[in-house]
């Protein structure tokens, strides 16, 4: 059984994880075993747990502890749960709770990119991708589109920013995923190494149409995406085995860059071909 804790004041150690650190201070880079994050919604907390994240502690509304949270809490025994008057709990997290749950959690052990991607076929690369929507947009496109693993440079936005982690609708945690250090240079370098064609997606006068069948036909794509504006870096660009495109109508030239990886995963997913056609 869960620990509830009945709060009438905002000052309670306990509660500094959900308002009073800042996502630098969650994130805890110093001793990364010590990083916490929120997750918000009984949906996105549920597909954290079944992905294995450890919950540290629970801010609710009360009627939910046995309503829509009671399976969470279930599985979760021992954990406290702090609960409390709605308009006090909006005036510590500064917004009413979303679905009324909020959950810290224990950031994960992240693997090396050599573990990430020993099995898989199709990787996507977010380079300085600092929108944490756009970034939690693509993790959801790339669970949904048959990508294996994200892989994210030092500068691109904290997959599990809390704006992130709700977009993803909690996706983030259903993908592997992990950062890449040494980045561009290194990290290409690394990427052919694993036998994987890196390939970016930008808008260069030589830049083949997605819809090429020689891309189709690789058996390990690394698919860049930059940030929304600048797009990847002229460096990137110059250090990838291809750059590619999507064709437009319309006189349209360019896409969100979360629309545009939705686009880009579907059209370039892994199809194991037969031996005669490779």
Known sequence: MSSIIFI?????PGLDV???LTEAQLRNRKEPEKGIFIAESPK?????LDG???P?????????ITGQASDLLARCPGIPVYTGPSDLLAQLTGFPLTRGVLCAMRRPV????EQLCRDAHRVAVLEGVSDPTNVGAIFRSAAAMHMDAVLVTP???DPLYRRSVRVSMGTVFQIPWTRIPQWPEEGLAQLNALGFRTVALALTPDARSIEDPGLHRADKLALLLGTEGDGLARTTIDGCDDAVCIPMSHHVDSLNVAAASAVAFWELRYRQLPLSDM
């Open 8 to 12: 009438q004041t905002l000052d309670h």
């Open 18 to 20: 959900f308002a009073r």
């Open 44 to 48: 996105v907390i549920t597909r954290a």
């Open 52 to 54: 294995g994240y450890e």
């Open 56 to 64: 540290l502690s629970f801010l609710m509304e009360e009627k939910h």
């Open 110 to 113: 992240l693997p090396t990119v």
């Open 155 to 157: 500068n691109c936005c």
